[in-house]
């Protein structure tokens, strides 16, 4: 195992834990304590975690790991999830895509989709984003045009924000707009952690016809720092079936239509 293996597997369990021990996690990874010492120093370094006397824990509420130390998290729930959202994407659409690790999984699974693989002039989708991972990702199929807007790039999300990328966006017309969230309430409505990227998330939910957010159950039922929209600006929730009944109920009579998966 490499040392950017032995980094990825060690975030990727700090994600999952909240907090590591030095031996346990040398255990894990098959090496020494002395090892998984001097890695959790480096990474301290990095301001990746927090260094503890026998071991590491995440930052405080203040803090976000980049996205490709959270892709880890909620792995299958997500899977299903996405694989619902781009199911929901008709064919010719213009669709929509915030940044986030679901959103990325959304990506993957629109370019998986056979019937999307046209072999004519046209796009079988035009895919609006303002996020770096995701435009890359799909910018090699040549069944997408891809739309990305300008601005100023988050090291945290690959998501471009700022003055630039809502010019750019509110130009634009979406069918579908595909959000991700780090919290979503019955009362409160969509929200994530930084206003910057809200403001994008909501610029492009304005933009669009039909507003999708892709969300697993641990987000939901909660809030965050800054709002996209309420509820009823929302037309579908895809989650997975570990959605408590009362909050999907709550949902529902806010007008969103939801759907476990």
Known sequence: MTRKERWQRLLDLLVERGELEVEPAAQTLGVSAATIRRDLDQLAEQQLLVRTRGGAVVHGVSYELPLRYRTSRRAAE??????????????????????????????????????????????????????????????????????????????????????????????????????????FDPADGAATRHEDEAAMNRLLCERARRVVVAADSSRLGARAFARICPAESVHTLVTDTGLPDPVARSFEAAGVEVRRV
């Open 78 to 183: 997500k899977h299903r999830i996405s694989e619902a959202v781009a199911a929901l994407v008709v064919p010719g659409e213009v669709i929509g895509l915030t940044g986030g690790t679901t959103t990325t999984e959304v990506a993957r699974a629109l370019a998986g989709r056979q019937d999307l693989a046209s072999g004519t002039s046209t796009p079988a989708l035009t895919v609006v984003t303002n996020a770096l991972n995701i435009a890359g990702e799909l910018v090699i199929r040549p069944q997408f045009k891809i739309v990305l807007t300008g601005g100023v790039a988050r090291a945290q999300s690959y998501e471009l924000t700022g003055p630039l990328a809502q010019q750019v966006l509110g130009q634009l017309t979406v069918d579908t707009a595909i959000v991700g969230v780090d919290a």
